[in-house]
């Protein structure tokens, strides 16, 4: 009598949760390591307590590309849509509230001058917000992005902060959809060739949307006539191009590549 093989139960919620959690580790070890010692410029158990939910959200995306993929087969794409709707919910409200509020008190806790760098409190979206529009209503005669300067920074510059962070959680919904495409590709391809495409393709993923989000910071900080909104969105072009273009692939007859027709994947 031989035994069915063993199937995970939550496939692309416990290995979301491994990546992410490794990934963190990751970041906060290095901190650790490249700066080991206390002191001005060495790390302190406040500062990874404040790296902890920023990192959190910006590797949400990688993990969440390798949930969908270990999950491709055990769940419809409708169930990839919802948890990927699921990633982006959670996202948003760490980057534009939790990372803000550990980022605030960590300033507090080391001193810096928070009552000047952020005047209004954390940067929420609601601050965001006030400080944009106190910019449109006294807009600064020369802009500056010194920290000791808030108030002289130009309102796109705080449009792009708000949609910036909207559109980071956009791209965890993206990623989700791209995990579970790409692994749909890749079905037909032996275990190593297999992970070395869904390797490629989500490293390449976070790479260029990353590229793509310094670039338009840059954008915006250039003149304070570029669009905020532009800038903060303009980053989410790689996954859907990627999408796009994996979408017709995958339409394509590349048996080779392709999942069993009984997956339902389209």
Known sequence: MTSKPRVRRFPFLGTTALWLVGLVAIGLLFRVISAPSFGENGWSVAELAYLVPAWTGLFLPAAVFAGAGAAYGTISPRGVVFRGVAAAIVSYLILAYVDPVAEYRWGVVTGRNVSVEIPLGPLTPGTLAAMRDSAQANPPPHPSFRKAEPFQRPANWWTY?????????????????????????????????????????????????????????????????????LGGWGPTGVPLLELLVLTAVARRKFPFLHAPARSGVI
């Open 161 to 229: 902060q708000i949609h910036s962070i909207m559109a980071l959680g956009a791209f965890a919904f993206l990623a989700a959809l791209l995990g579970y495409r790409v692994a749909h590709l890749t079905w037909g391809l032996s275990p190593p060739k297999r992970r070395n495409a869904r390797w490629a393709v989500g490293l390449l993923s976070m790479v260029l949307f990353f590229v793509a989000a310094a670039l338009s910071g840059d954008w915006v900080r250039a003149s304070p006539e570029n669009s905020g909104v």
